[in-house]
C-alpha cells in the first residue's frame, strides 16, 4: 500500500514531497556513492542533476590530508559548489560532503 493515500509516491501525506521523514526543502539530491558501482558513479551524478537543482555527496569520511573523492568527481567535469567538514574522532580523519549544483 502507497504511504501518501494511493497515488503510488512515498510521501508525508501533506501535499508536500519527502525522503522518509525528511521533507524536501529545495530539489536537491543526497547520496552516497557506497552503493554505486564504480563505473557508474559518474553517469548517477548526471541523472540526478538532470532532476534536481543541486547533488550532495556524502558523508563519509577521509583522510584529512586527501580530498580523493571530492578530486574524482571534479575530474569528471563537474564544479564543486560546496563544501562542509567536521571533526571525526579520529585525529587523522573527517567527515565530509560536497555539493554540485545544476548549471541550467
Known sequence: MARDGGSGAIGSGSGT??????R????????SFDFVPVPRRRQLIERLLSYA????IGVFNEEREAR???DKVSSWGFAVS???EREHPHPRLAYRAFWINSTD
Open 17 to 22: 514531497p519527502s525522503i522518509g521523514r525528511r
Open 24 to 31: 524536501m526543502v529545495s530539489p536537491s539530491f543526497e547520496s
Open 53 to 56: 537543482g543541486r547533488v550532495v
Open 68 to 70: 580523493s573523492l571530492e
Open 82 to 84: 560546496g563544501r562542509s
